[in-house]
């Protein structure tokens, strides 16, 4: 059988003004606890970017380089054509360093997407 509740305490003005200055706290503490929330997702978002975000800006990025460096051997020539250079020869071997650079530039999705690269990096070094 259940016990009967126990009257309550009469208020007095004493207990209404602690009463009042309890709930003061406590809702000063909730809006603290909900603006510090709000701030660490906020700073979380920040930190993460969408893959795709990341593929489309590197993309953008990276065609002029690509065109930029497959530029470079037939300026070079126009610059030294005159010259006594072996211009045939120097356009053929910076061409050579412009395609190896191409490569490793190409190879660049696969060393982003892969979370051991570094290591990888480090072996081939």
Partial sequence: MR????????ETVESAELGEDYLRRRKALLELKYKREAMLLACDRDKLIERELVEHQSAYLLIPLRQKILGIPSKLGHHFGNGELPV?????????????????????????????WLEKTEDEG
């Fill in 88 to 116: 045939p020869e120097v356009v053929d071997y910076v061409r050579t360093l412009v395609q190896a650079a191409l490569t490793e530039v190409s190879n660049l999705p696969v060393t982003v997407s892969d979370p051991h």
């Fill in 3 to 10: 016990r009967p509740k126990l009257p309550r305490r009469p």
